[in-house]
């Protein structure tokens, strides 16, 4: 995977996590291009779009597009399903999430994003394992906060 | 201080934390920009508070706004500030907010290496974890090549949570360091057998990405990854195996044979369309590897279909019929109206996918429908872009593979003409190359292609209205042209030469305007032809004062080629003009000038031309220039230049020159600036674009029919009736047919490759595509690089091969510059185990514990030693006897590398353990004969935290570690890192030494702090390093001849050894020698060989090898007796331990 943007219908991003490096102008040149194409899409469509070399992939969630760039060869489905899964990953974690939830704790988004998918790839399948070391970690730092505080 | 800590609380108080802004943000819709902005400067005040939280809640606030659009690369260094931080909850946030904002050209990401390093080994496991996370987001080749061993040694870390995020990241380090990937294979592969699901599946994740680009490498993998198939439960798995699979396939057919049953039951069985899909995918792969060996296996793509539809998404299974019509168009073929259907779709994406279809689908018989139906969708589309793709696929379609599919000129021509009359294409450019290049390469096609043209030409709407983006008026350009070169098929030549001269052209783009005054000129020349002998020279007369009239608003034009062309043409005519007073007939004349048949030139002709011989393309013709010559680089027009050159033909040949070493110079400079971001390959192609003029476009607001047009479904109809007539006719005139083939084919058009009833559509007409030209001798070679840039390229390497020296990752040296500069030297190093020598009362305690330190592999760039010291809470009496238990196994360990390992031993290095390498080969080389180099791992077998390792040798006369300068003779050396626990990493020391021709022993101590939860204490461990002789040697070949001189010469002397009872088969014998010694074999007569070797300080060695009833006799030769004798003693030594 090349990289992953959540936005908002308005067109809100509100959340982007990079697998290739990129400056911050291509960086922003391609999220507003993409965000302008899957907004204009119809909901009927299907979810997948060629655009450049890439494949995209994306998903809307209540209010939230979910979407993803794979490159030529990859497996749209299974993209598919780790959007799908880490929406759970959110749901389970905020407890019934909302885009209010990801916008106010959006490192956290980040944080859990990190523990399930690494350089681009899946890098753990099981949610339960994924929440675990989400916890364990938050734990830790829970500690040490309040200790330092 | 404590102060200062409060009063930083205290001002957190009053801070904004990232809620707080967030709900600023939203509460100043309006004025967003302001309010950041001035957010942005509270922040940068926080930033410059000591409180390092006050920093990290800036930090984590930069982060948002990032993602909202603001630039931060300003507080990259305050990122690492925090990023450094020791405590996780800002350490978290330092690396969220570098993996969002750091990329290659972020210039801190060089300060960054030691700090990720530092967490790399953290004992925190979340720490590592958050460092490998963002370090695969912000990877340089830089930070991929410092750090490439740390992470190598965290893929065996003893938790899975680590292995896990090291295995993933391996592959970004791959791609940015390829050189790491053999020495890291080994181990990679290794964790495919990993106890933990999650680690197997990373693995199994990084060697697909890797086959998946170079699948030749991994083909011996294929046994392995069948068997995880087959065993496999976890779909995420299956899914990258089998892509694997497809991979594999093409390299390997009897592969695909065998995967076909297992991936059919998959396809049967499985719930996930994810895995359904790649199955489907695969399967194609292997349907196409085998279509050459088995020929029908329609019953399979059969199947197939079942199951892409019950993919309900239509995408996907056109994706999948696109593959399958590669191999079996015809079963793909039938398909025809679900795909012409999809057409309608409203999603664009399908429409695009079905078109690519249509491509692959079309034949003779069809493509005069499926076209039809394309037209419709032509008027039907809205959005330009849609309906640009549509042109372009229709002209795709037709044209392909050398308009194979056209059997109707006349229609495809008329289907161009009513192409243009598209709204506001981007595509003039194309049509007109089409009608171009069937005009002249379908002769039969010419009257009818000239006569449409002629209309269009006529037809002012292509004139009318000018706009930005259109470039239909392209199209008149071919249409100018092809009315000028068969003039002699028009009907009415002076009529259209009016058309042609209309004030209006004079809208037109210069270089189309050009184009109509030249061809103008044809036209007359074809009218003063067409009058010749005819007694009414009026028309002749008309036509040249129409010339005459109408030229002079060309003569005036801004653009210099039409003002020359017209000039020159005008003068001519009204030359032509005073011979016609005095009635001199001109006609042959004027077509003179343009006679001459223009034949299609092949695109790669030019390329194919061979270099004569002796030809040098890339000396230089003249002296290079000097340097002085003018700094900016001027684009190279073609005409200037051309002009120029006729002027100053030898000053423009220099500028070339100079301009392309420049450019030349300035690549070079832009690839060594590392803060340069390069351009992506394509862009940088074209950096001398001359070939386009800015070309002013044509408006068409409204769409018109073009009056007096015939229009394609004329023909279309036409067609079919002529069809059915000669289907009619067929079975009278069946021999004649046969004749009428043959002759087509040998024009060059191919006929075998349609369905069967295709063959009997004979075109309308006789076609004659003219083929194209090739230079004479043309080279044959169809050379489609692979594109250099490619960065997977690198990653291309024989995994296979033993790995050299020079491959292996570097790690990070005590003294780095020190062994740039005199890289690694010899000696053989031992270390021998040792026992405490003293414990303390903490230790007894936890004599259960065992806390052990391991020094192993001692390393020098030509190979490695294993060795183990041991640190455990033993009484001191046991120490001797310990000892020498110890070096037992850890002799028996380096000779049999069997599986006679101590269950304390465990971290090998990676890159060796597979390797037929000795574990104690050290050799040097003869850069610096006085030096050794020595490399040790250090593995933490405790549970406890170490750090603070110190390193010192007792210095003897001969060998003495290198100290930095300013240090003391007996002062330790600090080993620049900390290890957790279970965890290894390696570091360099350097000794001087003097003489080689004795073996050495030096004594060492390891200091270092141990840190339990609760407490700390220090510890010390002993040990012995040893130098052999033998590891001054150096393999070195030598010639049989120059071996016999050697012995001849009297510097050397010799001595001679007896080896009792060795049962070894001989050739065992001499590679152990070779191997453990370093000699190598000269020259080998039944049981006799002589051997040759060579110390770092240029002593000759030379051995004569005899066996004979399990003894052994070695006579040798050296320039330096000791160093012989204690050679030989090694020797014996060896084979007595054996």
New interface residues.
């Given amino acids: 995977m090349q990289f992953m943007l959540l936005f908002s219908r308005q067109g809100k991003l509100r959340l982007q996590k990079w697998y290739v490096p990129l400056s911050d102008k291509e960086k922003k040149k391609i999220t507003r291009e993409l965000v302008q194409t899957v907004l204009a899409r119809k909901p009927k469509m299907c979810s997948f779009l060629e655009w450049r070399d890439l494949k995209i992939v994306y998903k809307r969630y209540a209010s939230l597009y979910f979407c993803c760039a794979i490159e030529d060869q990859d497996n749209e489905l299974i993209t598919l399903e780790i959007i799908h899964r880490y929406v759970e990953l959110l749901d389970k974690y905020f407890g019934s999430v909302c885009e209010l939830d990801i916008i106010f704790n959006f490192e956290k988004a980040y944080f859990i994003l990190d523990e399930f998918l690494l350089g681009g790839e899946a890098q753990e399948t099981s949610k339960k394992n994924v929440l675990k070391a989400i916890e364990q970690a938050d734990l830790l730092q829970e500690v040490r906060h309040n200790y330092f505080l | 201080m404590a102060l200062k800590m409060v009063k930083g609380?205290i001002d957190r108080i009053f801070d904004k934390n990232?809620?707080d802004l967030?709900r600023g943000v939203?509460s100043h819709r309006e004025d967003e920009a302001k309010y950041i902005s001035s957010c942005i400067d509270e922040i940068k005040q926080e930033l410059k508070q000591d409180n390092i939280?006050v920093k990290a809640n800036a930090v984590?606030k930069l982060?948002?706004l990032?993602?909202?659009?603001y630039?931060i690369?300003w507080a990259a260094f305050n990122i690492v500030e925090v990023m450094s931080s020791s405590?996780?909850?800002y350490k978290?946030?330092g690396y969220?907010a570098a993996?969002?904002?750091?990329?290659?050209?972020t210039d801190v990401i060089m300060l960054t290496t030691n700090q990720i390093r530092k967490d790399l080994s953290s004992p925190?496991q979340?720490d590592t974890?958050?460092a490998?996370?963002g370090l695969?987001?912000?990877?340089?080749p830089d930070l991929a090549r410092d750090l490439a061993n740390d992470i190598m040694t965290l893929m065996s870390h003893t938790k899975p949570?680590i292995r896990?995020?090291a295995v993933?990241?391996m592959?970004?380090v791959f791609l940015k360091y390829p050189e790491s990937l053999r020495p890291a294979f080994p181990r990679l592969k290794e964790k495919l057998d990993d106890p933990d699901p999650?680690v197997q599946?990373?693995a199994v994740?990084?060697i697909c990405?890797l086959a998946?680009r170079n699948p030749r490498n991994y083909l011996s993998l294929a046994p392995l990854f069948f068997k995880l198939m087959t065993s496999s439960t976890?779909n995420?798995v299956l899914?990258k195996i089998i892509?694997l699979f497809g991979a594999l396939t093409p390299l390997e057919p009897r592969l695909g044979k065998k995967l076909i049953e297992p991936l059919t039951n998959l396809i049967h069985s499985t719930s996930a369309?994810?895995l359904l899909?790649?199955c489907v995918?695969t399967v194609i792969a292997v349907l196409i590897s085998l279509s050459s060996g088995m020929p029908n296996h329609s019953a399979s793509i059969q199947v197939l279909y079942t199951h892409t539809h019950r993919l309900f998404?239509?995408?996907?299974g056109l994706l999948a019929m696109s593959k399958i019509l590669k191999t079996h168009p015809k079963s793909v073929q039938s398909h025809k109206d679900l795909v012409l259907q999809c057409l309608d779709d409203?999603?664009?994406?399908?429409r695009?996918r079905a078109l690519d279809l249509l491509y692959g689908m079309v034949s003779k018989k069809n493509l005069m429908e499926i076209v039809k139906k394309l037209m419709v969708h032509v008027d039907k589309a809205e959005g330009t872009t849609y309906r640009d793709e549509l042109l372009t696929k229709i002209i795709d379609i037709c044209s392909q593979s050398n308009y194979q599919y056209i059997t109707n000129f006349e229609w495809y021509i008329s289907i161009l003409v009513e192409l243009t009359r598209l709204e506001g294409t981007r595509h003039g450019h194309l049509i007109a190359s089409q009608m171009l290049d069937v005009a002249v390469r379908v002769k039969a096609i010419r009257g009818f292609a000239v006569v449409q043209m002629a209309t269009l030409l006529d037809n002012t709407t292509l004139l009318a209205g000018s706009g930005q983006h259109k470039s239909i008026c392209e199209v008149l350009y071919a249409a100018a042209w092809i009315c000028g070169e068969f003039s002699e098929h028009l009907e009415d030549p002076v009529h259209t030469l009016e058309a042609m001269l209309r004030p209006k052209v004079a809208t037109l783009p210069g270089h189309i305007q050009a184009i109509y005054i030249q061809n103008a000129a044809k036209l007359f020349a074809a009218v003063l032809n067409g009058q010749q002998g005819t007694p009414d020279c009026q028309t002749m007369q008309e036509s040249s004062q129409l010339l005459i009239d109408r030229l002079p608003l060309f003569v005036q034009s801004a653009d210099l080629e039409v003002q020359e062309r017209a000039s020159c043409i005008l003068q001519l005519v009204k030359f032509i003009q005073k011979l016609q007073h005095k009635e001199v007939e001109v006609g042959e004349e004027v077509t003179a000038l343009f006679a001459g048949e223009l034949n299609p030139v092949a695109p790669k002709a030019q390329k194919k031309v061979p270099v004569p011989d002796g030809l040098d393309l890339d000396a230089w013709i003249n002296e290079p220039p000097s340097e002085s010559e003018s700094e900016d680089e001027k684009p190279v027009a073609v005409f200037a230049e051309e002009e120029l050159r006729h002027a100053r033909p030898h000053h423009t040949e220099v500028d070339e020159k100079e301009l392309a070493r420049r450019r030349e110079a300035r690549k070079q400079e832009q690839a060594n600036n590392p803060f340069y971001?390069k351009a992506s390959p394509t862009s940088q192609k074209d950096s001398t674009g001359v070939e386009h003029i800015p070309v002013v476009q044509i408006d068409l607001s409204v769409p018109l029919k073009v009056p007096g047009m015939s229009t394609s479904d004329k023909y279309l109809k036409l067609e079919e009736e002529r069809r059915q007539r000669e289907r009619k006719e067929r079975g009278k005139k069946e021999k004649k047919k046969k004749k009428k083939r043959e002759k087509r084919s040998g024009m060059g058009r191919r006929h075998d490759s349609g369905p069967e009833s295709e063959e009997d559509i004979a075109p309308a007409h006789m076609v004659d595509i003219v083929t194209e030209e090739m230079p004479e001798n043309a080279l044959s070679s169809d050379d489609d690089e692979k594109d250099p840039n490619d960065p997977y390229r690198a990653l291309d390497v024989d995994l296979d091969k033993p790995l050299a020296d020079s491959e292996k990752l570097p790690v990070r040296a005590h003294r780095p510059t020190n062994i740039l500069k005199s890289p690694a030297d010899d000696g053989e190093v031992q270390e021998v185990p040792k026992e405490p020598k003293k414990k303390s009362k903490k230790e007894k305690r936890d004599k259960e514990e065992e806390r052990k330190v391991r020094l192993l592999w001692l390393r020098c760039p030509n190979g490695e030693i294993q060795c183990t010291c041991t640190k455990s809470s033993k009484h001191k009496k046991k120490k001797q006897k310990k000892d020498k238990e110890k070096e037992e196994k850890k002799r028996k360990k380096q000779h049999g590398h069997s599986g006679d390992r101590e269950g304390e031993e465990s971290v090998q290095n990676g890159t060796l353990e597979e390797e037929p390498l000795p574990v104690c080969d050290i050799q040097g080389n003869l850069q610096n004969g006085s030096q050794v180099v020595v490399s040790i791992i250090f593995e933490n077998k405790s549970t406890s935290f170490l750090k603070s390792m110190e390193f010192n040798v007792l210095d003897s006369l001969n060998s003495k570690l290198q100290r930095p300068e300013g240090s003391g003779p007996h002062d330790g050396l600090t080993v620049p890192f900390q290890l957790p626990p279970g965890v290894s990493n390696e570091a360099r020391f350097i000794f001087s030494v003097q003489s080689i021709v004795m073996p050495q022993r030096l004594k060492g101590t390891l200091t270092f702090i141990v840190k339990a939860d609760d407490s700390s204490t220090h510890e010390k461990l002993d040990f012995k390093l040893h130098f052999t002789c033998s590891s001054y040697l150096i393999t070195t070949p030598c010639y049989s001849d120059t071996f016999a001189k050697l012995l001849e010469s009297a510097d050397l002397k010799g001595t001679s050894v007896r080896l009792q009872e060795v049962s070894l088969p001989f050739h065992h014998l001499l590679a152990k020698i070779c191997f453990h010694h370093h000699f190598s074999v000269v020259e080998r007569i039944d049981s006799c060989a002589s051997l040759y070797s060579r110390s770092i300080q240029g002593h000759h060695v030379c051995l004569l090898v005899k066996y004979a009833h399990q003894t052994v006799t070695i006579d040798a030769k050296c320039d330096e007796s000791s160093l012989l004798g204690n050679v030989l003693e090694e020797i014996k030594k060896t084979f007595s331990q054996s």
């Fill in positions: 609380s990232l809620q967030v939203r939280a984590c982060t948002y990032q993602m909202l659009g630039d690369s405590k996780f909850t978290r946030i969220l993996s969002q904002c750091f990329h290659d050209g925190n979340y974890g958050v490998l996370t695969s987001c912000f990877v340089t949570y896990k995020k993933l990241i592959y970004k999650g599946s990373a994740n990084v990405e998946r976890n995420w899914i892509k369309m994810s899909y790649e995918n998404l239509k995408y996907l409203k999603d664009e994406s399908i695009l971001i």
